[in-house]
């Protein structure tokens, strides 16, 4: 019993250190950058040329919006019996990264207990610089999906979103993106 309010202790105190060094202006790109070759995390870089556009039927809207998109990054915490404590500690950090103004929130779903996701933008819904997508479930990690423009358009992300879940995606490292989500 004593060990594990012990533990628990150390834990509080990480996670208190963590949110209080996050705020030296720790961004989700130098999160990325810090993480992506440590253990436990997995990280997968996709340029747009990996969706075949042209076997597509797109709307013009989404054509708009597909050449606006640069890349897709995501950075994934996968959680096992061996790194609970790490995996509170790393979700602690994201969640103090997405409370900066410049992250807004435009939807948030789920629950406590079983897991949540956020939609949240940086720039002007219609002149968008960057489109992220943060899900964490208690039973599987977290992921952090950045989708990377120029004068992206929230209203055709989404549209070209739709059109994609149709596409068959198995094939490209965009699956494993989607798989997270599902």
């Known amino acids: 019993m004593l060990h594990q309010s012990i533990k628990n202790a150390v834990l509080a105190l990480f996670i208190i250190a963590t949110v209080f060094s996050c705020d030296n202006g720790l961004t989700l790109q ?6 992506e070759l440590r253990p436990g995390f997995t990280t997968i870089d996709v340029p747009t040329s990996v969706i075949d556009v042209d076997k ?3 709307t013009e809207d989404q054509k708009e919006a597909y050449k606006a998109v640069d890349k897709l ?7 096992d019996d061996s790194n609970k404590a790490e995996y ?10 997405l409370k900066n103004p410049k992250y807004e929130e435009l939807m948030k779903g789920g629950n406590t207990t079983d897991g949540q996701f956020r939609v949240m ?6 002149s968008l ?18 989708i990377l423009g120029d004068d992206m358009n929230a209203g055709h ?3 070209l979103g739709m059109s994609l879940q149709k596409a068959n995606l ?3 490292n965009l699956g494993g993106v989607m798989d997270f989500f599902k």
Not at 88 to 97: F, G, N, R, S
């Open 30 to 35: 130098t999160y990325y950058v810090d993480n």
């Open 56 to 58: 597509l039927d797109l």
């Open 73 to 79: 990054n995501m950075l994934s915490f996968i959680i």
């Open 88 to 97: 509170e500690v790393e979700l602690a950090k994201i969640k103090t990264i």
């Open 121 to 126: 933008i940086i720039g002007d819904p219609d």
């Open 129 to 146: 610089d960057e489109l992220i997508l943060f899900g964490n479930a208690t039973d599987r990690g977290f992921a952090v999906v950045r």
């Open 157 to 159: 992300l989404v549209q």
């Open 170 to 172: 198995e094939d490209s």
